[in-house]
């Protein structure tokens, strides 16, 4: 048929609004659109801090696709994109292949080790449900490991490799679940170690330096020990070493400090930063007037020339303006330019603790928590409506 096919890689942030949006603006067979991902599911990336700790179950992280999209409307195939051919116009599958008039490439970034050597082999990583399951179920089992091996206080050290918003919010819920890991399994709380290890000379680099301060007092409250200004040079099956060859013993290091885009992306011929395809100006990959790349796979800069950080929210932004553009092409209407509208950032820092800035405002304490709160709900709104906020969104 003549019906133009849109193919959308990875229900991520950017992904499942693109979805989403499509689903509302095409007329009865304007497009076929086809939307695939690893999973049935689609996980809520900025919650993943507290299944992991444990403090949350992550079954209130994810939301399944067919409550998401209306499958009348859109393909969802649940596989793995293992190889992008741009010059033959085609997807290529783990179980099949996919071709394509346009292609979105959203399936999201990939953590950065920065070749730090064992950072791969060792290190934990806050990705998906998956990589959370494993960072939980780990923790606890380092307790109970403790309680055959006392003498070996390495069980009971964790170390989080990075400062950065994901870091901190990790540490955060981590120095909530300790207290009651150590009840539940009869630990001395003293003999627990959180390290906080950071190569920048500040946590949060480039976040207001008053809020930053805050936020370390509020986790040291907790017990967290900050090693600031050190960078990681080892991760070892034993544990880290840093600065000038230091080692902290743990059997637990939990690696946020980077992020790049996908393999995928470089592997399919695209010119990429670290991953990321720097984008023109209507979010499509430069000379591929067909293709569109979003969230953390794409790069875009500010006015000073600094690129925006990847986020959930210039991701959901950009799943806004490339369905539009999208319905555009195919209706030969003029494109829209990406603006990033930067609606501020909160970062939470355990129970009824967090930090941020919105509405050109600071927040921090409990006001914060509930801002953060809030633009949780308000996520959940914008992909399910009330019925999503009401099965998955805590709202008490
Ligand atoms: P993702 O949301 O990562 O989604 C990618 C999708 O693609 C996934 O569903 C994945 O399963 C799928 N996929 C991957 N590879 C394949 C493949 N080969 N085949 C098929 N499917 C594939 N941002 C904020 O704005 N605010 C926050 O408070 C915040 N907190 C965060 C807290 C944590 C713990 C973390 C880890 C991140 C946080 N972020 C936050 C960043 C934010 O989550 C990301 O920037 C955002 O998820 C990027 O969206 P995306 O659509 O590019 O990709």
Avoid at 10 to 31: D, M, S, W
Avoid at 282 to 292: D, M, Q, T
């Amino acid at each position: 048929s003549n019906i133009p096919k849109i193919v959308i890689l990875g229900a991520g942030y950017g992904g499942v609004l693109t979805a989403l949006r499509l689903q509302k603006q095409l007329n009865y067979n304007e497009a076929d659109v086809t939307l695939v991902n690893k999973h049935d599911y689609h996980y809520i990336t900025t919650h993943l801090h507290m299944p992991a700790a444990g403090t949350d179950s992550p079954e209130n992280a994810r939301v399944s696709i067919s409550k998401l999209i209306d499958e009348f409307k859109i393909d969802f195939v649940k596989s793995t994109v293992v190889q992008i051919r741009p010059q033959d116009k085609k997807v290529i599958l783990e179980d099949g292949t996919l071709s394509y008039d346009y292609l979105v490439i959203g399936v999201g970034g990939e953590p950065e080790t920065f070749g730090i050597p064992g950072m791969v082999e060792h290190a934990m990583n806050i990705r998906s449900i998956n990589s959370v399951r494993l960072i939980r179920e780990h923790i606890h089992y380092q307790f109970a490991k403790y309680k055959r091996e006392p003498h070996r206080t390495d069980y009971l050290t964790f170390v989080v490799g990075g400062a950065g918003f994901t870091g901190i919010e990790f540490i955060g819920e981590l120095a909530d679940r300790i207290p009651e890991l150590c009840k539940e399994y009869d630990v001395d709380p003293q003999l627990v170690k959180i390290y906080n290890v950071e190569a920048a000379p500040t946590a949060l680099p480039g976040f207001d330096p008053e809020l930053v301060e805050y936020a370390m007092d509020v986790l040291k409250n907790k017990g967290v020990t900050f090693r600031i200004g050190t960078a990681i040079k080892e991760c070892t099956a034993d544990g880290v070493i840093v600065g000038e060859g230091e080692e902290i013993k743990s059997k637990t290091v939990i690696w946020t400090g980077g992020i790049r885009g996908n393999r995928l992306i470089e592997e399919a011929g695209f010119e990429t930063m670290r991953g990321r395809v720097k984008v023109d100006e209507f979010l499509r990959a430069p000379g591929h007037e067909n293709i569109y790349v979003i969230g953390d796979n794409s790069l875009m800069f500010n006015e000073e020339g600094r690129p925006y950080p990847p986020t959930a929210q210039i991701a959901m932004q950009q799943g806004v303006v490339c369905a539009q553009n999208l319905v555009g092409s195919i209706r030969n209407q003029p494109l829209k330019k990406f603006e990033f509208s930067n609606k501020g950032t909160v970062a939470s820092l355990g129970k009824g603790e967090a930090i941020g800035i919105a509405f050109g405002k600071k927040y921090k304490g409990r006001v914060a928590a509930w801002l953060k709160k809030l633009i949780d709900l308000r996520y959940l709104f914008i992909i399910g409506g009330i019925p999503l906020v009401l099965r998955k969104g805590k709202i008490f």
